[in-house]
């Protein structure tokens, strides 16, 4: 049984023993500028430990900023944001995050478990561990259903098995948080249900927390929890029956664009409002801007 998100400690846990875990993730008034743009605007949300949240959203609307912010590799970040309990990009995260990028990081002039071989020989060195590198790698090969390819170059191989291989590297440290963007890009659907049975069964028994984006709407419906953006902006964070019952609709997919529509409604109500009254809502002046900023709680990365 899946813990509470206001509760992360195991079911019969003495409540006075110890504080609850803080969330995976807290987003407190978030910003990230990306050159003249501000990408994703004053966000507040969390992200609770144990569970699937889904990241969905069009392509644009900012969701591999936010993974690349939470995992403390994107630049000109203000506001709050805190990862595990630290702030992101913490060298205390390194080990208890997994990040996989859209784009496969491997080296095509390596086999599959020679690739492994590499990053559990970065993360587990010593021959003294050698056994045991031996074994996590076998052990994520065989997670991401690559076994019968484990010899093969991975630069001969398919763009979803090459993306696999990346999964594979992330699951190899066992990280209490794994960051995945758009991982079943380009999977075919048999590989996309296994992966998704793979994430659930790495939430449930690891009790390891999954942020993954999509812009595919039926994997909403795979997910715990959601965050849906739209144009760096969070439309709903709830689960997938609450959204559907807030706004009656049948799938996340019709959910999805009642909330869209109504934001857009809004959005054209407030300019309409700002042309009659001659105030520019569009943009931030830049001295407000930088006046925000200024009280941000931590510093710009
Ligand atoms: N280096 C950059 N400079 C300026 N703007 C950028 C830069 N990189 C991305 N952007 C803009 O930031 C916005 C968010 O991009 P991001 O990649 O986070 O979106 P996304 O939701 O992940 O899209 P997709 O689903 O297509 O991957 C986009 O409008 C993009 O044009």
């Given at each position: 049984?899946?813990n509470s998100a206001s509760d992360p400690r195991p079911?019969?846990e003495d409540a006075?023993q110890a504080p609850p875990a803080p969330p995976a993730v807290r ?19 969390t992200v609770p430990r144990g569970q ?30 805190d990862v595990l309990g630290h ?5 205390a995260l390194?080990?208890r ?79 209490e948080l ?29 009790g390891a927390t ?92």
């Open positions: 049984m899946m079911p019969g006075t987003a407190e008034n978030l910003t990230v500028v990306r050159g003249p743009r501000t990408v994703l605007r004053t966000l507040d949300f699937i949240t889904g990241l969905l959203g069009p392509s644009g609307c900012g969701k591999s900023t936010l993974m690349r912010s939470i995992v403390g590799t994107q630049d000109k970040v203000t506001g709050t944001l702030p992101a990009g913490h060298p390194r080990t995050v997994g990040y996989v990028t859209q784009a496969p990081s491997v080296y095509d002039d390596l086999t599959i478990r020679q690739n492994l071989d590499y990053f559990a020989a970065i993360l587990d060195p010593g021959r003294a561990a050698a056994d045991r590198r031996h074994d996590n790698v076998t052990r994520a090969i065989a997670d991401v259903d690559l076994t019968t390819h484990a010899d093969a170059l991975a630069g001969n191989l398919s763009g979803g098995q090459r993306n696999r291989v990346s999964l594979a590297v992330a699951l190899l440290g066992t990280p794994l960051v995945l963007d758009e991982p079943t890009v380009g999977l075919d659907p048999v590989l996309r249900r296994d992966l998704w049975n793979l994430f659930h069964d790495i939430a449930a028994t690891r999954l942020l993954i984006s999509s812009h595919v709407m039926d994997e909403a419906e795979r997910c715990h929890r959601l965050l849906l953006m739209r144009e760096g902006e969070i439309l709903a964070d709830a689960t997938p029956d609450a959204l559907r019952t807030r706004t009656g609709a049948d799938t996340v997919e019709s959910a999805f664009l009642h909330l869209v529509d109504a934001a857009t409604a809004a959005a054209r109500t407030k300019e309409t409002d700002a042309k009659e009254t001659g105030t520019d809502t569009k943009e931030t002046d830049p001295e407000e801007k930088r006046t925000n900023e200024t009280r941000t709680k931590e510093t710009t990365r």
